[in-house]
């Protein structure tokens, strides 16, 4: 999500782009796809040669394939656009970047910020994700897919491990915004460039440069260049309306021309509007997550390679074992603390089975793999970045 700042306003965005005149039916949510070329091999693939592996913004109903794209930017006006059913050549296989499961984890930095007490943090990532599960799908049904809350970690890092847990983290970053300095927030997904599954999304608050609590002003001493926020004028936000808008990231979903969606690519002056999930992004979501009945509480969040609340440096390869997570909200309950002994032996027997996650009679237990699991040493784990 793009601050105002640069972005004036919505309408004069659209309009400056020639976007305004286009009826809203033409135009509606976008995805990213990942594509590969048959004429490479899988370590071609796996090293990104260039002719090898490519990506397109591609936004129903119309596909377009805008080959100036690059990762974060919208789906351009005509005559940038070029319909098409995919990349030109038939060499091309391209896949949607998605998640292909139903169930998905997430933790919060355990440091919050100082700028809001967790149990609104917990809250307000809860009700975000609640606005896109909670929608009706055209047809009738609701999105396939749960979220699950899995505590406060201490790992606040944009990361992803092969060799050992991993976490999809919401974290803050009140001192120093390290992204573009027009991001109010961004959401980082890795995934796999041969098939475009997300491996892990991981979200950033940009409260370094931005107000997101209209109660408490910012720290006077940041917004300057020592905290990357490289301009003077800083405005505030809807703190509910940037998360809702950056869990629509995390499932799958890219910015939108539809002017009144919440997947716009930044706000107008009516931010209280972006709470709520509009036509453009139910058709989204529910395309990405075609409607089935998923039990939030019976799912397996437990992320690739196992759950850790450490970052990867800290980790032994092993057993990543969240003991269970204090606070309040969500569905975290099932994650039991194991005795030194039971993690061993749990991780051992996983070890040899599979490299994957491990359980017991205590509950479940994250193992981090010593070597990539199949198909992914070989897949490309590519990164994409929307705000």
């Given at each position: 999500m793009s601050s105002p700042w640069?972005?004036?306003?919505?309408?004069?965005?659209?309009?400056?782009?020639?976007?305004?005149?286009?009826?809203?039916?033409?135009?509606?949510?976008?995805?990213?796809?990942?594509?590969?070329?048959?004429?490479?091999?899988?370590e071609e693939i796996g090293d990104k040669k260039p002719g090898c592996v490519t990506s397109y913004y591609r936004c129903d109903p119309i596909e377009t394939c805008p080959s100036s794209c690059e990762w974060g930017q919208t789906c351009p006006a005509p005559p940038n656009d070029k319909p098409c059913t995919h990349p030109p050549e038939a060499k091309w296989t391209c896949s949607t970047i998605r998640w292909n499961r139903t169930c998905m984890g997430y933790a919060i930095h355990e440091d919050g910020s100082m700028y809001f007490d967790l149990d609104t943090i917990r809250r307000t990532v809860g009700e975000a994700f609640a606005a896109w599960s909670d929608v009706e799908c055209p047809g009738g049904g609701k999105p396939g897919f749960a979220v699950q809350y899995m505590g406060d970690v201490s790992c606040g890092d944009v990361e992803y491990n092969?060799?050992?847990g991993n976490v999809n983290v919401?974290?803050?970053?009140?001192?120093?915004?390290?992204?573009?300095?027009?991001?109010?927030?961004?959401?980082?997904?890795?995934?796999?460039?041969?098939?475009?599954?997300?491996?892990?999304a991981d979200t950033e608050m940009n409260?370094?440069?931005?107000?997101?609590?209209?109660?408490v002003a910012l720290d006077p001493d940041s917004g300057?260049?020592?905290?990357?926020?490289?301009?003077?004028?800083?405005?505030?936000?809807?703190?509910?309306?940037?998360?809702?808008?950056?869990m629509?990231?995390?499932?799958?979903?890219?910015?939108?021309?539809?002017p009144q969606a919440t997947m716009v690519p930044s706000f107008n002056g009516e931010e209280l509007s972006f709470r709520s999930i509009e036509q453009?992004?139910?058709?989204?979501?529910?395309?990405?997550?075609?409607?089935?009945?998923?039990?939030?509480?019976?799912?397996?969040?437990?992320?690739?390679?196992?759950?850790?609340?450490?970052?990867?440096?800290?980790?032994?390869?092993?057993?990543?074992?969240?003991?269970?997570?204090?606070?309040?909200?969500?569905?975290?309950?099932?994650?039991?603390?194991?005795?030194?002994?039971?993690?061993?032996?749990?991780?051992?027997?996983?070890?040899?089975?599979?490299?994957?996650v491990a359980r017991d009679g205590a509950g479940r237990c994250g193992v981090g793999a010593p070597e990539p699991l199949p198909g992914e040493e070989a897949a490309e784990r590519a990164r994409a970045e929307a705000g």
């Open positions: 640069l972005h004036r306003s919505i309408a004069a965005a659209l309009a400056a782009s020639g976007l305004a005149a286009w009826p809203s039916s033409a135009r509606a949510y976008c995805v990213v796809d990942t594509c590969v070329s048959s004429e490479c091999t899988d092969t060799r050992a919401f974290t803050f970053r009140d001192s120093f915004w390290p992204r573009k300095p027009g991001q109010i927030a961004l959401t980082t997904q890795v995934f796999s460039s041969s098939d475009g599954e997300i491996y892990n409260t370094a440069c931005y107000q997101l609590n209209p109660e300057g260049e020592a905290d990357g926020c490289g301009f003077a004028g800083r405005s505030s936000h809807d703190f509910l309306a940037v998360v809702t808008h950056e629509g990231h995390f499932l799958g979903l890219s910015h939108t021309a539809a453009d992004d139910i058709n989204g979501i529910c395309a990405l997550f075609p409607p089935a009945d998923v039990d939030p509480e019976a799912c397996n969040p437990i992320p690739r390679h196992g759950f850790s609340p450490e970052c990867g440096a800290e980790q032994v390869v092993g057993c990543s074992a969240g003991a269970t997570p204090g606070g309040s909200g969500g569905h975290a309950g099932w994650i039991a603390a194991l005795s030194g002994a039971a993690v061993a032996a749990a991780a051992w027997r996983r070890r040899v089975k599979t490299g994957a």
